[in-house]
């Protein structure tokens, strides 16, 4: 593509980035260390394999973290089983999705992180990966990682591509740098309605609506004899789960429990964080708020005294859901704008969330009218919304089935006593 071709914006990014990449390398060095990542494979952000390519057909995957990483695995699967001759390179961002692919990649795939986007370590990349083609998920866009990519002749496709009316307004301000940007893909796959009007709008006609990938993940993986256990030490205690709390959440949350307990005495909340390395912060919140706690990441165990279980360690997030009737998936009490309530709908586990989801802007909605969810706008309404589910021990029963946004046909509803 000729320079005169590029917008300026995008032009005055790449500088920027081919400038600034020692600096950002230094950055992405400092958090893999900090998660214990092999430093042998800290060299991958600058475009240097760790891993020969396998011989004959690479379909390249990217993805930005766990979630959306784990979104595609059902499709590599699926794509592997149809054609046994193809090989999957999936790449990512974060320490935290490399170690769950780790332990979930399908069949001849492998798990390299992704370059950063400069121009230097995109060449190394592609010199030596040579992907038949390109399969970027969601809004993992950089515009350099584009640009070479097409250059080096690999198809792209963009699949489950989410665009909110808010990053709508903003791309619409400069139609032209998005068009160019998303001109790179030859299909774009759209996860609801709202995407493909948008992208429709900044006159990407190729933009098509279709099953969300994450609604076809299937339950996360869970270590049955580590849930047989945990469900043993908490016999048949009310327990509800808070899952992936942002800075800010927790207090909301915690409050609700502290509400809890004063008509279900023995109630166990398990506090999942996002990002399970504030777990040394959080345990000092627990115990500032009053609250008997333990924390998982340091061997502990919930004794019958443990009013706040801290579950601040990585791929265990299954195992939660697993465990708890009724699932309290934040980033949606502030403005993350929610994360996917399809796992926690896929184990069972009834969900409450907060009201800033735009992110699902479409299923939130599903589930609530579905009666396996429900909006409330801060922990004040939470403590009795679901006193009903908790008639059997942890793990052993549901508060319904919460997939009736997921399957036809399905129905699920709160069990709700009235508040006392």
């Not at 320490?95 to 795939?109: G, I, K, N």
């Not at 950063?116 to 866009?141: K, Q």
């Not at 796959?189 to 609506?209: F, K, P, S, V, W």
Request: some cysteine; aromatic content about 6%; glycine content about 10%.
């Amino acid at each position: 593509m000729r320079r005169g071709n590029v917008p300026l914006p995008l032009r005055l990014y790449g500088a920027a980035a081919n400038l600034l990449g020692p600096v950002a390398y230094a950055r992405v060095q400092r958090k893999l260390a900090a998660h214990g990542t092999d430093p042998a494979r800290w060299r991958e952000r600058m475009g240097h394999a760790t891993l020969p390519r396998p011989e004959g057909r690479l379909i390249w995957f990217h993805a930005a973290s766990v979630g959306e990483s784990a979104s595609v695995l059902p499709l590599v699967a699926q794509w592997g089983r149809a054609q046994p001759e193809t090989e999957f390179l999936i790449t990512s961002g974060t320490a935290t999705s490399a170690e769950m692919l780790a332990r979930r990649l399908p069949p001849r795939s492998r798990h390299q992180f992704a370059p950063l986007d400069t121009r230097p370590a995109l060449r190394r990349f592609l010199r030596h990966w040579r992907p038949d083609a390109g399969v970027f998920v969601e809004s993992e866009l950089w515009p350099q990682m584009l640009r070479e990519s097409a250059g080096a002749g690999v198809p792209l496709a963009l699949v489950n591509a989410r665009l909110s009316d808010r990053s709508a307004r903003g791309w619409a301000r400069a139609a032209r740098t998005a068009r160019h940007l998303l001109g790179h893909f030859r299909l774009i796959h759209c996860q609801d309605a709202r995407t493909e009007a948008n992208l429709r709008a900044l006159g990407l006609d190729r933009a098509r609506q279709g099953p969300n990938l994450k609604a076809l993940s299937g339950a996360l993986p869970v270590d049955e004899t580590a849930r047989a256990s945990l469900a043993g030490q908490i016999g048949d205690r009310p327990v509800w789960l808070a899952a992936s709390t942002h800075p800010g959440e927790e207090e909301i949350v915690l409050d609700a429990h502290r509400r809890l307990l004063a008509h279900l005495p023995e109630a166990l909340l398990i506090l999942a964080p996002r990002h399970p390395e504030r777990g040394p912060d959080l345990e000092v919140l627990i115990a500032e708020r009053g609250f008997t706690g333990a924390r998982r990441a340091i061997g502990a165990v919930p004794a019958p005294e443990t009013q706040v279980y801290l579950a601040d360690t990585l791929g265990e997030m299954g195992l939660w859901y697993a465990l708890c009737p009724v699932t309290c998936l934040c980033g949606s009490f502030t403005a993350v704008g929610g994360h996917t309530p399809y796992e926690p709908a896929h184990a069972g586990s009834a969900i409450l969330h907060g009201p800033l989801y735009a992110n699902f802007a479409e299923i939130y909605p599903a589930l609530d009218a579905a009666g396996a969810g429900e909006e409330v706008a801060d922990g004040r309404r939470s403590r009795w919304r679901f006193r009903g589910c908790w008639a059997r021990p942890a793990g052993s029963m549901r508060c319904a089935t919460p997939r009736a946004g997921l399957s036809p046909g399905t129905r699920a509803r709160w069990t709700r006593s009235p508040p006392t």
